[in-house]
Every structure is written in structure tokens, then in C-alpha cells.
Nanobody, 126 residues
Framework: QAQLAESGGGLVQSGGSLRLSCRGS????????IGWFRQTPGKEREVVAC????????YYADSVKGRFTISRDNAKNTLYLQMNSLKSEDTSVYFC???????????????????WGQGTQVTVSS
């Protein structure tokens, strides 16, 4: 049974940094396109960053380009999101999600992602 578990969220001051982790179990994360998403109360869930299984190409939302970095440690079956220069508008619940099909590319369509974690809260104080 494929599962994802996020960790690393917390409270940080504006301008600070956090690193989120997403550990996969029941499947080999290396072979699946996987990404980070976030959702704020009253708003739709949005894509933050994705990394492709096929060529490790990446996608970033415009709002986080140059500040966030997505990476993957295949030996640990873990996905990371390094978040620097955090802003109050980055406050949200962050989720990781993976596409079930092996070898498919990046998608920014949420419904294309089959496995979801439970989320981790990130709060940036101004």
C-alpha cells in the first residue's frame, strides 16, 4: 500500500528557512513523478513544485521560483522541499503527492496525482 508522510513543518519568521520531507513507503519514489502542493483555508490547493521521474526535470510555481528547491534522495525514498526567504504568504498546509504511473512526466493538474500525504503546517510570522 503506497503511502506518503510529510514532516518538517513549523513556525518560522519571515525571511527564514525550513526544509520539508516526504517519506514514501509501499512504492519506490524514484520511479514516480512527485510534487509539493499547498492549501490555505478558503483557497484551492495549488502546485508548488514537482520533479519528474523520467529525467528529474523540475517545475516551480512562479511565486516560489528562486526561493524553493525540490529534491529527492532515492536511497532514503524521500522527497524534500527546501524553502528559503519565506514570506507570510507562504503560510499554508503543505502536501506531497505522487503519480501512480511509472515514468510519466510532470503535471500541474492535481487530479493526476494519486497518492497524497496528510500534510504539514507551515506558518511564517511577519
Amino acid at each position: 500500500q503506497a503511502q506518503l508522510a510529510e514532516s518538517g513543518g513549523g513556525l518560522v519568521q519571515s525571511g527564514g528557512s525550513l526544509r520539508l520531507s516526504c517519506r514514501g513507503s509501499g512504492f519506490t519514489l524514484e520511479y514516480n513523478t512527485i510534487g509539493w502542493f499547498r492549501q490555505t483555508p478558503g483557497k484551492e490547493r495549488e502546485v508548488v513544485a514537482c520533479i519528474s521521474s523520467s529525467d528529474s526535470s523540475t517545475y516551480y510555481a512562479d511565486s516560489v521560483k528562486g526561493r524553493f528547491t525540490i529534491s529527492r534522495d532515492n536511497a532514503k525514498n524521500t522527497l524534500y522541499l527546501q524553502m528559503n526567504s519565506l514570506k507570510s504568504e507562504d503560510t499554508s498546509v503543505y502536501f506531497c503527492a505522487a503519480r501512480r504511473s511509472v515514468g510519466v512526466g510532470i503535471s500541474t493538474t492535481l487530479s493526476d496525482y494519486d497518492y497524497w500525504g496528510q500534510g504539514t503546517q507551515v506558518t511564517v510570522s511577519s
